[in-house]
């Protein structure tokens, strides 16, 4: 009984908050604050940003993942770690960090600076941040993913003739491939999410910087209290939608 | 012709394998753990010996001394695997193609040779089968087709008759041993069951601990 109890407070107490804000939706609410320029510049550059993102993630986090599950080298658990670290550190010193290392003052500034690059308070720092704070779950998941691929039949693959290009392509993929789309879905929402390496390294520039959770935070300290729940509400879904999407591929066996 | 040459270190002893296997079965029989699968692995470039080479029908595949080491891909030996080593996400027919798919080999052409392969070990009506559904006995047909319809210019099982149940394992040691002796090409036999020497009255060697010998 106790048990029950417990376990239905901690459901209640992460539903509940989360069910309140659709109860603030006015439904002249949703039309209105969807009409204003910044939820549509919001909602568009975290569509671009979390997807270019993305893109960088699976581009470089999947050599990566890869190089971890099969690589015997010497520092593996260093560079384990290192890949890990982001998920820990808050995001508010991921962003001091990047700013201090690629900001105008910082120490690759001035080098930047003379190849004409600006990176900080940019839609390329919003990037940058995200796949700092994201990637990790990726190329975490990818790698878990590539550890359970039977290497049996990547020797199989070899003997019947494929190279380890073709190897990789048509046995380790599509065999990994619910970690790597579940690594793909989580990293996404991590990036979406994004709030405090953002807002120290990219700002809080409307069309510039200013994703969906930045916008949100915006509309509350300036009284839109209405935009913010519409913006809150369309995360929301978003999530849903990750998490459904995350329970599927985990169910879902090759084979 | 297979000629071969191998030294490197192991865990628990060091394996020193020096021998020749010509067309036709040769059984290598040895307790289990006694580097059985090491050979094959080092004969199928798996893995890189210390030292030696391996060489077959005249081409060098390995060759410490000069460098030279053929990557697995581009060896042309097929290996049947313990446990088949079938791909799960393909059905029968698919990983039946799968070598002639990297050799690029034509579309109808592969068709047609993967039928023919499958019709020739009794496995015709299988084809579109996904290979977890298919019994021990069926398993070990599927992955014979996938090794020989490449035409291998040699070939490597190992333990074929371990993952199969007893009764499976009676019924199916003669098939295979008629089917083997129709494949004119180097083929190595490993076994740890001594029975495998009754089935293949050819030349033998026997292993342990990492020492290769022939039988007389």
């Known amino acids: 009984m106790a048990v029950v109890l417990a376990a239905a407070i901690l459901v209640a107490f992460i539903l509940l908050p989360l069910a309140g804000l659709f109860f603030h939706l006015q439904p002249g609410d949703i039309i209105a604050a969807l009409q204003t320029a910044v939820a549509q510049e919001a909602l568009r550059l975290s569509i671009i940003t979390t997807f270019g993102s993305l893109a960088i993630t699976v581009l470089l986090g999947t050599p990566l993942a890869y190089v971890l599950a099969r690589g015997n080298f010497p520092g593996r658990p260093f560079v384990d770690a290192i890949v890990d670290l982001p998920i820990v550190v808050p995001p508010a010193v991921a962003g001091l960090a990047l700013l201090l290392a690629f900001g105008r003052n910082g120490t690759f500034g001035p080098l930047l600076l003379k190849l004409g690059i600006t990176v900080s308070f940019s839609t390329v720092a919003v990037i940058m941040a995200q796949t700092f704070v994201a990637s990790p779950f990726y190329v975490r998941s990818a790698r878990a993913g590539f550890i359970a691929v039977d290497r049996t039949l990547e020797a199989a693959s070899a003997s019947l003739g494929m190279g380890p290009l073709r190897t990789f392509a048509f046995i380790t993929v599509p065999l990994a491939a619910p970690a790597l789309i579940g690594g793909a879905v989580l990293s996404w929402a991590r990036a979406l999410g994004e709030f405090g390496a953002t807002i120290m390294f990219a700002g809080n520039l409307q069309g510039v910087s200013q994703t969906l959770p930045l916008a949100v935070y915006l509309n509350l300290e300036s009284g839109n209290l209405p935009i913010a729940v519409v913006l809150s509400v369309i995360l929301i879904l978003f999530s849903l939608i990750v998490v459904i999407a995350v329970h599927t591929t985990a169910e879902r066996k090759p084979g | ?216």
């Open chain 2, 1 to 216: 012709m297979l000629q071969f040459d191998l030294h490197m270190e192991l865990r628990e002893f060091s394996f020193n394998a020096t021998g020749e296997a010509a067309n036709g079965v040769t059984v290598v029989e040895g307790p289990s753990g006694a580097g059985k699968t090491t050979l094959l692995r080092l004969l199928a470039g798996l893995i890189r010996p210390k030292a030696g080479a391996v060489a077959l029908d005249g081409r060098t595949l390995t060759d410490t001394t000069r460098n030279v080491f053929v990557p697995p891909a581009q060896r042309n030996i097929a290996i049947l695997f313990q446990e088949y080593a079938l791909f799960p996400h393909f059905d029968v027919a698919a990983n039946v193609a799968y070598g002639l798919r990297a050799r690029n080999v034509p579309r109808a052409e592969r068709e047609e040779r993967v039928m023919r392969e499958l019709q020739r070990l009794d496995i015709g009506t299988l084809a579109r089968a996904r290979v977890t559904e298919l019994s021990g006995g069926q398993r070990q047909r599927v992955a014979l087709a996938r090794a020989l319809v490449v035409k291998p210019a040699a070939l490597l099982l190992d333990e074929p008759l371990a993952a199969l149940d007893v009764a499976t394992r009676k019924l199916v040691r003669g098939e295979l041993a008629t089917l083997l002796r129709q494949v004119n090409v180097p083929t190595l036999f490993v076994s740890h069951d001594p029975g495998a020497r009754q089935l293949f009255p050819g030349p033998a060697f026997h292993i342990e601990r990492g020492t290769l010998t022939q039988l007389p």
